[in-house]
């Protein structure tokens, strides 16, 4: 195989693992701008990829799968929106427990409803989602070959980056959403509903945080595995953070991670060892908040001068 082939295969990796990121990493920056930091990403994650694997198993179509994991993701959402909205309870304590009931939850039901443990194999095997490659895109230069061979949820999460920057800063809409996390009371004052408009952008991030989960288990397998969400959720956390929760810039940092992911998987098949190698995106992730803080010291130390 020569360098050429090489790299794309690689930065088709990177666009492959870094998609659940990139979904969960928007629905997170959505929550943040009305000004709750959802930290249970990671839960709705690893249930909205468990969802999507059974929906498809029990209905036996993919499209439905994903339309189960988007119901979740509302339900999950909601749930999320009535503790932190309604109950005042603090957001990161209620993300920390949604984390940890999706994992027990999903165990259960995994050894409940299949009589498996670990992995779900579906006999006759699943649906999965549907690569798509266009003859003319490979006459690109460069990019074209990168273009060809994704799934569904790959361009869907490209189409989302735009749309959510479009929501954000040029819409009423996330005009009122900015509002709602910076000055809650002064959108009061103009007749809307800060609490509405942050039960709808949990209710948003639900669904994103799904659509991840389901893109993690049938994106390119078709199996569930117990905890395959893999923290992945708390490194899209960490891109909303590193991109300060510009869509943009959040989907270059969650392409830095999967292009560290990629990198990883490429050297094990050169003989690195996979214990080292797995080690790479969450040292990345580290040396990402280690460059916010550093940043964010930096900008004081010039506004003291």
Known sequence: MDFYSMAIGLMQNTLRTATPVVLAALGCLLTDHVGMMNIGVDGMMLIGAFAAVMGSWLLGSWVLGIAVALGIGLVLGLLYGVFVI?????????????????????????????????????????????????????????????????????????????????????????????????????????????????????LLCGMLACLAGAHLSMGYLSTFSENMSNSRGFIAVACVIFGRSNPPKVFLAALLFGFIDALGMRLQSVGISSNLTSIFPYVGTVLMMVLVVWRAERRKRRMSL
């Open 86 to 202: 309604k109950l005042k309870s603090d957001e990161f304590i209620i993300g920390v427990a949604l984390n940890v009931f999706a994992g027990g939850l999903t165990t259960f039901l995994l050894r409940a409803m299949t009589g498996q443990t670990g992995t779900f194999h579906a006999e006759g095997g699943l649906s999965v989602l549907p690569r798509f490659s266009l003859s003319f895109l490979d006459s690109i230069p460069v990019i074209g070959p990168l273009l060809n061979n994704n799934t569904l949820l790959v361009y869907i999460s490209w189409l989302l980056v735009l749309a959510c920057w479009l929501l954000i800063y040029r819409t009423p809409l996330g005009f009122w959403m900015r509002s709602a996390g910076e000055h809650p009371q002064s959108l009061r004052s103009a007749g809307k509903s800060p609490e509405k408009i942050k039960y709808l952008a949990s």
